[in-house]
């Protein structure tokens, strides 16, 4: 399939209005960089990152103070989600602990929230419900097996399979269905809850204002190695390709392909900085991709210009290379258009958690098609005419 036939498009011809463009937005994002610097996730940095739900909008003033007094440094606060959601994207400077210290730490932090946004039950014997864990509620439903599966002579494992796959419909509803905020525990009927249940889960339980819906926490020299892991692995990719191409072609192609590499992957680097987007190891991960994907068309046009070396020897290399970036214009806008709408409607609708990694795509996809036509051939036909002048 071909959505241009025969074009004669002077592309190299262009290569003064291509390098302006590139130095432009080179430009942008370095000024970015040192204005602003990146955004690095808790993989490089390590900390904790908190996602907190509440009912109602939070103060935000609040719940920094909070938090500051709680660990000694000042949280970043960000709106995570669709706005009505009143959900906050906490990220602290300070790891928790490990094992017992981490479930310690994570407790200390529920109550310090609970006394300032739930204080009516800082005193109460009763527990959260929007807060409990799986083992918790497990243990305290076979504990007062309120459906009276013993008086039933059901066995223990019986008894045990029962309530386990019970707190995982109830779990499930809270966390999905009820999205990790419940308002009423009558609404766990719809999970499947009997009435004796809801009715023993009211006598311990009570439905928070506020609920933790996740916690991870990375120390600072895993993510420090991991900083350096990352940076070591697209340099090696660039190498490795550098080594393939210069062995396939000659190595002025291989060396022109990395320089596209490298001016697609700084700008969309340059992107990160200035937008300010969090850089984590799925963005890593999508630049890897990116990398990949650019090199692949530019392979694609440097395999026709070899095609044509053969076929067109009376032909200057300037032709050559126009003719070649014709010949597969229609196969690169067919690939990176298609690749390029999958990519936005994962940047679109596919939630916070990939929004980093979607973006990176979206951008280098952009930038990959582009410098495969403007720069690579232009870097290559310049390095020959300088070497003929010679």
Do not use: C
Not at 73 to 96: D, E, F, H, I
Not at 114 to 127: L, N
Not at 318 to 341: A, V
Request: aromatic share 10%; no cysteine.
């Amino acid at each position: 399939m071909e959505l241009f036939k025969e074009t004669k498009i002077d592309f190299l011809s262009k290569k003064w209005l291509f390098a302006s463009v590139s130095i432009i937005l080179f430009l942008i994002g370095l000024g970015a960089y040192f204005g602003r610097g990146f955004n690095y996730g808790i993989d490089f940095t390590g900390g904790t990152i908190i996602l907190v739900k509440f009912q109602d909008a939070p103060d935000y003033g609040k719940l920094r103070d909070v938090l500051e007094s709680e660990t000694s440094s000042a949280p970043t606060l960000q709106s995570y989600g669709p706005a009505n959601s009143n959900s906050v994207q906490v990220r602290l400077q300070k790891a928790l602990g490990t094992g017992s210290e981490y479930e310690a730490d994570k407790d200390k932090l529920v109550a310090s929230l609970r006394k300032e946004f739930d204080p009516g039950h800082v005193q109460s014997a009763q527990r959260d419900f929007n807060n409990v864990g799986e083992s918790a509620l497990k243990t305290f439903l076979l504990a007062g097996d309120p459906d009276g599966l013993k008086a039933q002579d059901k066995t223990i494992q019986e008894t045990e399979d029962h309530y386990a796959a019970l707190v995982t419909k109830v779990l499930d509803y809270r966390n999905k269905t009820a999205d990790g905020l419940m308002l009423s525990l009558d609404d766990l009927k719809s999970a499947g809850a009997s009435d004796a249940v809801v009715a023993a889960l009211k006598k311990e339980f009570y439905t928070g204002p506020f609920a933790i819906k996740g916690l991870e926490s990375i120390g600072a020299i895993v993510g420090s190695d991991l900083r350096r892991r990352a940076g070591l692995a697209i340099g090696l990719s660039l190498l490795a390709m550098l080594v393939y191409i210069a062995f396939r072609f000659k190595p002025i192609y291989g060396v022109a392909a990395i320089i596209a590499l490298f001016h697609d992957v700084a700008i969309t680097l340059g992107f990160f900085a200035l937008t300010q987007k969090e850089i984590s190891l799925t963005v890593i991960a999508a630049l890897l991709t990116l990398v990949g994907y650019s090199v692949n068309d530019t392979i694609v046009i440097f395999d026709r210009v070899r095609e044509n070396l053969r076929v067109m020897r009376k032909d200057s290399l300037y032709d050559i290379l126009n003719k070649s970036i014709n010949q597969t214009l229609s196969r690169t806008i067919l690939t990176s258009g298609f690749t390029f709408l999958a990519a936005a409607a994962l940047f679109l609708f596919g939630g916070e958690v990939l929004n980093g990694f979607s973006f990176a795509l979206v951008v280098g996809i952009i930038l990959g098609s582009y410098s495969t036509i403007a720069l690579s051939s232009t870097i290559v036909e310049w390095w020959y005419r300088k070497q003929g002048a010679k």
